[in-house]
Nanobody, 124 residues
C-alpha cells in the first residue's frame, strides 16, 4: 500500500533549525512531484514547498521563502525539508504530499497522496 511517513518533528527554540524527512514506499514516488504543507490550530492548511520529480525545480510559500529548503533523494525515495530561522508562527503539523503534477502541489490543489503529519513546535 502506498505510504508517506514523516519524521523529524519536535520542539525547537525560535531562531533554531530542524530537518523533516518523509519516507515513501509502495509507489514509484520518484516519478512524482512532492511537497510539504502545514496546518496550525484554527488555521487552514498552508502550502510550504514543492519539488519536481527530478529535484531540479523548487517552489516555496512566501512565509518560508529564504528560510526553508526542500530536497529529495530519489535513491532512498525520501523527501526532506530543512527549516532554518524558525519562528513561533512556523508551529504546525507538517504534512508530506505527492502528486503527478508539480502545479497541483504548487497551486494548492489536492495532492494524490498524503502522510499523516509530524508536529513542529517553535518556542519563543
Amino acid at each position: 500500500q502506498a505510504q508517506l511517513v514523516e519524521s523529524g518533528g519536535g520542539l525547537v527554540q525560535a531562531g533554531g533549525s530542524l530537518r523533516l524527512s518523509c519516507a515513501a514506499s509502495g509507489r514509484t514516488f520518484s516519478t512524482y512531484a512532492m511537497g510539504w504543507f502545514r496546518q496550525a490550530p484554527g488555521k487552514e492548511r498552508e502550502f510550504v514547498a514543492v519539488i519536481s520529480r527530478s529535484g531540479d525545480i523548487t517552489g516555496y510559500g512566501d512565509s518560508v521563502k529564504g528560510r526553508f529548503t526542500i530536497s529529495r533523494d530519489n535513491a532512498k525515495i525520501t523527501l526532506y525539508l530543512q527549516m532554518a530561522s524558525l519562528k513561533p508562527e512556523d508551529t504546525a503539523v507538517y504534512y508530506c504530499a505527492a502528486d503527478r503534477f508539480y502545479s497541483d502541489i504548487a497551486g494548492r490543489n489536492e495532492p494524490d497522496y498524503w502522510g499523516q503529519g509530524t508536529q513542529v513546535t517553535v518556542s519563543s
